[in-house]
C-alpha cells in the first residue's frame, strides 16, 4: 500500500475568536502532487505554514504526520524531509544566485566541495548558470522563483511544499514551472502545492482539495470535482436527417440544434449516463456520427464550491 506524506486528521487553527481552519482533513499519498485550492483569505497558507512547522496547530486538532514523522514530537526530523517556497522567499536579493544557493549548503552542512557540486547541477538544471554570478536582485520574476526552488533541493526534500508558486508569473515562466513540478514528481518527491489557478491545479494536480470557509468544501481528481457541479453534456452529432430526427425522437428531453443536426443532453458524462443514452439509441436502432462529453471546468467548480452554496444538486433532467 502506498504511504501517505502528509497526513493529517482534524487540523484546526484560530487567531482569537476567527475560525482560520476548521477541521482540515489531509491524506496525501507519496509521489503525488495534491493542489490546495482556495480563494484569498481561505486559510491556504495557514496549512503549509502548520505543516511546514513553521506555525503551531490549535491544541484541539488531531494527529499530523509529515514524511512519517510526528509534528507534536518529531518536529525536528519533519523539517529534515521537507522543503517550502512560496510567497515567504528565502531567496537574499543582495548575493548572487550562487551564494544563495552556497550559503544552503553550509546550513545543511554540506563538505565545501559537496556543496559546490550540488550547487553546479542544481544551477545548471534551472537555467540559471549563466545568470549565477549576478546578484538576484537583478533576476526577474521566474528566475527568483526558479532559485528558491534550487535552494530547496540543496536538502534533497522528499516532499516540497509551494505556496503560490507561478503567481505573478508570466504564461511562460509558469509552464516553465510546472515542467519544474512535474520533473520533481518523477524524481519520486510529493508536492504538496497552493494555488488560485484553476488552470494549474487542473494541470498538475493527481488531488484537488477546494478550501473554502476553513473547511474542505469537495476533495477528488479534477474530473471527478468536475462532475460535482451542473453543466455538463454529451452532445450527438448526426449527418442524416433521418437519423437525427429519430434520434430526437428516442432521446426525449434532448435539446436540439436541427441546423446543425445535433442534440446535446445534461449529463454528468459517468459511464452510466453514457451507457443509457447509447442504449436507448441502440433500441431505436441509431448510430450517431459523433458523441462528445462535455464536463464542466474547474471555474464553474471553484465558483459553486467556494460562493456558500455548497455542492449545488445534480442537474434535474439527467438522462435516467
Ligand atoms: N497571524 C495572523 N493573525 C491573525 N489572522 C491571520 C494571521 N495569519 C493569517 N490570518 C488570517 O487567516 C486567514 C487565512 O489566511 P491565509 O494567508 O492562510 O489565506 P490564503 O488562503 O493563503 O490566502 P491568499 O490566497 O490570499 O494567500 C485570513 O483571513 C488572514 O487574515
Redesign the pocket.
Known amino acids: 500500500m502506498t504511504e501517505l506524506a502528509i497526513a493529517a486528521d482534524g487540523l484546526r487553527k484560530s487567531?482569537?475568536d476567527?475560525t482560520?481552519l476548521d477541521g482540515v482533513d489531509l491524506a496525501v499519498p507519496e509521489g503525488t502532487i495534491f493542489c490546495l485550492l482556495?480563494?484569498?483569505?481561505?486559510?491556504?497558507?495557514?496549512?503549509v505554514k502548520i505543516l511546514s512547522t513553521l506555525i503551531s496547530p490549535d491544541p484541539a486538532s488531531g494527529p499530523i504526520r509529515v514524511g512519517g514523522h510526528d509534528l507534536a514530537t518529531e518536529a525536528q526530523a519533519l523539517r529534515a524531509a521537507i522543503g517550502v517556497t512560496g510567497?515567504f522567499s528565502a531567496v537574499d536579493s543582495l548575493i548572487t544566485g550562487e551564494e544563495n544557493m552556497l550559503l544552503m549548503a553550509d546550513l545543511h552542512h554540506l563538505s565545501k566541495r559537496e556543496g559546490r557540486q550540488v550547487t553546479a547541477r542544481l544551477l545548471e538544471r534551472f537555467d540559471l548558470t549563466e545568470a549565477a554570478g549576478k546578484p538576484a536582485s537583478t533576476y526577474s520574476g521566474g528566475m527568483k522563483r526558479r532559485l528558491d526552488i534550487a535552494m530547496t533541493l540543496v536538502g534533497n526534500p522528499r516532499i516540497i511544499f509551494l505556496d503560490?508558486p507561478t503567481t505573478g508569473l508570466d504564461p511562460r515562466s509558469r509552464h516553465n514551472m510546472w515542467r519544474i513540478v512535474r520533473e520533481l514528481v518523477s524524481d519520486g518527491v510529493t508536492v504538496f502545492l497552493?494555488t488560485?489557478y484553476l488552470e494549474e491545479a487542473d494541470e498538475l494536480a493527481d488531488r484537488i482539495a477546494v478550501?473554502n470557509d476553513g473547511r474542505i468544501a469537495a476533495e477528488g481528481t479534477a474530473e471527478e470535482l468536475k462532475r460535482l457541479v451542473p453543466g455538463g453534456h454529451v452532445r450527438l452529432r448526426f449527418t442524416d436527417p433521418a437519423s437525427y430526427r429519430s434520434a430526437a425522437t428516442a432521446l426525449s428531453g434532448a435539446s436540439r440544434d436541427d441546423e446543425a443536426l445535433t442534440l446535446q443532453l445534461p449529463s454528468d458524462g459517468s459511464q452510466r449516463e453514457l451507457r443509457s443514452i447509447l442504449d436507448r439509441l441502440d433500441s431505436a436502432g441509431i448510430e450517431a456520427d459523433e458523441l462528445t462529453v462535455h464536463t464542466p471546468d474547474l471555474d464553474d467548480v471553484f465558483f459553486a464550491l467556494t460562493g456558500g452554496a455548497g455542492v449545488p444538486d445534480q442537474p434535474k433532467e439527467s438522462v435516467r
Open positions: 487567531y482569537g476567527k482560520v482556495g480563494p484569498n483569505g481561505a486559510g491556504k497558507t495557514t496549512a510567497q503560490e497552493t488560485q478550501l
